[in-house]
């Protein structure tokens, strides 16, 4: 099946620091990959749309320049937690659509942030 | 946009008994409604998924029904296990189609006693 990976699991930095966070699709393209943010007891946040070849777009309240998005190829988006604190320390998910796949949808492991 | 309403938050069941799930979602044009299940720290699963053409899908002890008139979708557990111990989320697909991003309900927390 489709496998989407992140890089890394777990990071912890310090506060002020930039953070870059891999989504990788393995073994299929995604032209747009989807970045979640989920706080501890909560649900998934919808944070921005990676567009390859394009800018990003951001749900209403995300900052485009404290979460920097850049969907480099058809099979990787980074996201790049600018300026950290600690609280943007969260659990970061992406997810890849895949068109015909058993799923739609195939999510990340998830990235653990913790911002000290 | 699009808003998702997810109750109960917790729900507690014995072994055994069924479990209810039951989500609203507030823009006609989502097309497509997935069920998932998330163990502490990981990746949200997919457990089962249904189409707005279609009102009821089954799949071994899962079920989900959907009313697109009413715009609620819900999630029927039957025979639960102990395994079944997890936090759910129903989510609506935004802007219709399945590739779309999807918008998720709060979760419910359901715990199965042995």
């Known amino acids: 099946g489709a496998v989407v990976s992140q890089h890394p699991s777990r990071v912890i930095c310090k506060s002020g620091t930039s953070v870059k966070i891999e989504c990788r699709s393995l073994d299929f393209q995604a032209t747009t990959m989807f970045w979640y943010r989920q706080f501890p007891k909560q649900s998934l946040m919808l944070m921005a749309t990676?567009?390859?070849?394009?800018?990003?777009?951001?749900e209403q309240g995300v900052e485009k320049d404290k979460f920097l998005i850049n969907h480099a190829s058809l099979t990787l988006s980074t996201l790049t937690v600018t300026s950290a604190h600690p609280e943007d320390s969260s659990f970061y998910i992406c997810?890849?659509?895949?068109?015909?796949?058993?799923?739609?949808?195939?999510f990340g492991p998830g990235t653990r942030l913790l911002v000290l | 946009g699009e808003n998702v309403e997810q109750h109960p938050s917790t729900l507690s069941v014995q072994e055994g008994d069924s479990a209810v799930i039951k989500c609203t979602y507030s823009?006609?044009?989502?097309?497509?409604f997935p069920w998932y299940k998330q163990e502490l720290g990981k990746r949200p699963q997919l457990i089962i998924d249904?189409?707005?053409?279609?009102g009821e899908k089954k799949d071994q002890r899962i079920a989900v029904t959907l009313n697109k008139t009413a715009k609620h979708f819900s999630l029927h557990i039957t025979e639960t296990q102990p395994e079944d111990s997890a936090v759910y989320f129903c989510?609506?697909?935004?802007?219709?189609?399945?590739?779309?991003?999807?918008?998720f309900g709060k979760g419910t927390k359901l715990s199965v006693k042995p």
């Open positions: 249904i189409r707005s053409n279609v």
């Open positions: 989510a609506a697909s935004r802007y219709g189609g399945s590739q779309g991003n999807l918008i």
């Open positions: 990676s567009n390859e070849g394009s800018k990003a777009t951001y």
């Open positions: 997810s890849a659509p895949l068109l015909g796949g058993r799923e739609t949808q195939y």
């Open positions: 823009d006609s044009a989502s097309n497509y």
